[in-house]
């Protein structure tokens, strides 16, 4: 269950218009860690690479994304870093995710913010990420944690409308977002180029009024 496109690769080399923005706002921040009833959402650390390694080497996470699985712990350092960069300044914030309880690790989520109007500094809008490893789909973490993410960026910060871009064939990650109320908005022919093939991609949207609290 994951949400494709829109992992640690691809949103590098995306992030470079949002540094723009934001590069004068490094200090670092308070990370927000984020509660539900089975799980905890808080940043990845570099104690946390043995339990992660696997999720992201996993061929089957990356199915839909344009990236390969990590080979090296270089590889799961640069995601962790990443994430921090991106929080500090400002441009989104990645979550792990971890199960109350055995604190296994499950998956991420992550957004990242889309400046608007030519670079003033408004953002009033975020593109979402997430996959979850293949072990603990079907039964319902995903969802769970999305839904407290969405919570999250509705409430704490003034982005307004949450996009997910999404491989056509990935079905699972469509069925989350549609239950958790996001509409589909269209069919973005050839979105995507990854190793030679261009890939249709699925816009989704929800913006915070269409949020059922």
Request: hydrophobic letters at 40%; aromatic letters at 10%; glycine letters at 6%.
């Amino acid at each position: 269950m994951k949400q494709s496109l829109y992992r640690y690769t691809s949103l590098t080399s995306g992030c470079n218009d949002i540094c723009v923005v934001v590069d004068n706002m490094s200090e670092a921040i308070e990370f927000p860690q984020l509660d539900t009833d089975r799980l905890v959402l808080r940043e990845l650390a570099l104690d946390d690479i043995d339990v992660i390694f696997p999720h992201f080497a996993n061929e089957e996470v990356v199915r839909y994304e344009d990236c390969r699985p990590v080979v090296n712990v270089k590889d799961v350092t640069d995601i962790i870093e990443w994430g921090r960069n991106m929080a500090n300044s400002k441009a989104g914030i990645l979550w792990g995710i971890f199960r109350k309880g055995d604190g296994a690790f499950l998956g991420q989520v992550n957004y990242v913010a889309r400046p608007d109007n030519n670079f003033v500094g408004t953002v009033h809008r975020a593109e979402i990420g997430f996959d979850l490893t293949p072990h603990y789909w079907g039964n319902g973490y995903m969802q769970e944690a999305i839904s407290r993410v969405v919570e999250f960026i509705f409430n704490d910060t003034e982005i307004n409308r949450i996009e997910a871009i999404v491989h056509t064939e990935n079905s699972r990650s469509l069925n989350v977002l549609a239950r958790l109320g996001f509409h589909k908005e269209g069919i973005l022919r050839e979105y995507v180029k990854w190793e030679g093939e261009y890939w249709d991609m699925v816009s989704l949207a929800m913006l915070k009024r269409d949020r059922v609290t």
